[in-house]
T-cell receptor, first 115, second 113 residues
Framework: EAGVAQSPRYKIIEKRQSVAFWCNPISGHATLYWYQQILGQGPKLLIQFQNNGVVDDSQLPKDRFSAERLKGVDSTLKIQPAKLEDSAVYLC?????????????FGSGTQLSVL | GDSVTQMEGPVTLSEEAFLTINCTYTATGYPSLFWYVQYPGEGLQLLLKATKADDKGSNKGFEATYRKETTSFHLEKGSVQVSDSAVYFCALISIQGAQKLVFGQGTRLTINP
C-alpha cells in the first residue's frame, strides 16, 4: 500500500515570498490533516479536512495560510507571504473516517526554510 | 488547554541499555494517550497507545502504562538496539471541544553500538 506522498521534500525561500506544498493521501482516506512542526516542538494541527470540507482550521493563520482539497483527494497548503517564523516541517497525514487518530498515517513532510 | 510534556533530550545510550522517556500530561478528563516514533527520513508512525487508566500499550519491545494518579505515560524498553535511534513523541487526544491530537516536544534518542 502506497503511503502519504508529499512534495517538495525541501524548500528554501526568502521572506515575503509565496510557497505551496502538495499532499496525496493514501487511497480511500477521506480525512486529511496538515501539521506544522517547528524545530524542537511537536507537530501542531493547522487544518483538518473530511473529504473536501474543512472540519477544523482553528489554528490556521488565515491571514497568510490557505489550504484546499479539491475533489476530496489531493491537498495543497499555501503560505503567502512567508515570514521567518514559518520555517518548519509541514506534515500531511490521512486516515479513514472510522479510524481517526488511532489509524493515522503521516507523510515524510516538507522542510521549509524562510531566509 | 490540554498539553503534553516530555523529558528533555537528546538521550544517548549504549546498545542493550534500559530506556525510559518520561511523559506527563495535563488534560480535562481521561484522554487517550499515544507514543509516536519518527525514524530518520520517515514520517511519524504510531508506536503504541492506551485508552484508559492502567492500560498498558506495547509494541516492538516498548511499553507504556497509563497512570492517571501521576498523569504520566512513560515509555520504557528493557534492551535498546541501534535501530531504535529516532525521535519519540508522546501525544494525547484532547477531548476539549473538537478532538485533536496534541503532541509533546519530542525526545531524540541515539543508541551507540
Amino acid at each position: 500500500e502506497a503511503g502519504v506522498a508529499q512534495s517538495p521534500r525541501y524548500k528554501i525561500i526568502e521572506k515575503r515570498q509565496s510557497v505551496a506544498f502538495w499532499c496525496n493521501p493514501i487511497s480511500g482516506h477521506a480525512t486529511l490533516y496538515w501539521y506544522q512542526q517547528i524545530l524542537g516542538q511537536g507537530p501542531k494541527l493547522l487544518i483538518q479536512f473530511q473529504n473536501n470540507g474543512v472540519v477544523d482550521d482553528s489554528q490556521l493563520p488565515k491571514d497568510r495560510f490557505s489550504a484546499e482539497r479539491l475533489k476530496g483527494v489531493d491537498s495543497t497548503l499555501k503560505i503567502q507571504p512567508a515570514k521567518l517564523e514559518d520555517s518548519a516541517v509541514y506534515l500531511c497525514a490521512s486516515s479513514l473516517p472510522t479510524g481517526g487518530y488511532e489509524k493515522l498515517f503521516f507523510g515524510s513532510g516538507t522542510q521549509l526554510s524562510v531566509l | 488547554g490540554d498539553s503534553v510534556t516530555q523529558m528533555e533530550g537528546p538521550v544517548t545510550l549504549s546498545e542493550e541499555a534500559f530506556l525510559t522517556i518520561n511523559c506527563t500530561y495535563t488534560a480535562t478528563g481521561y484522554p487517550s494517550l499515544f507514543w509516536y516514533v519518527q525514524y530518520p527520513g520517515e514520517g511519524l508512525q504510531l508506536l503504541l497507545k492506551a485508552t484508559k487508566a492502567d492500560d498498558k500499550g506495547s509494541n516492538k519491545g516498548f511499553e507504556a502504562t497509563y497512570r492517571k494518579e501521576t498523569t504520566s505515560f512513560h515509555l520504557e524498553k528493557g534492551s535498546v538496539q541501534v535501530s531504535d535511534s529516532a525521535v519519540y513523541f508522546c501525544a494525547l487526544i484532547s477531548i476539549q471541544g473538537a478532538q485533536k491530537l496534541v503532541f509533546g516536544q519530542g525526545t531524540r534518542l541515539t543508541i551507540n553500538p
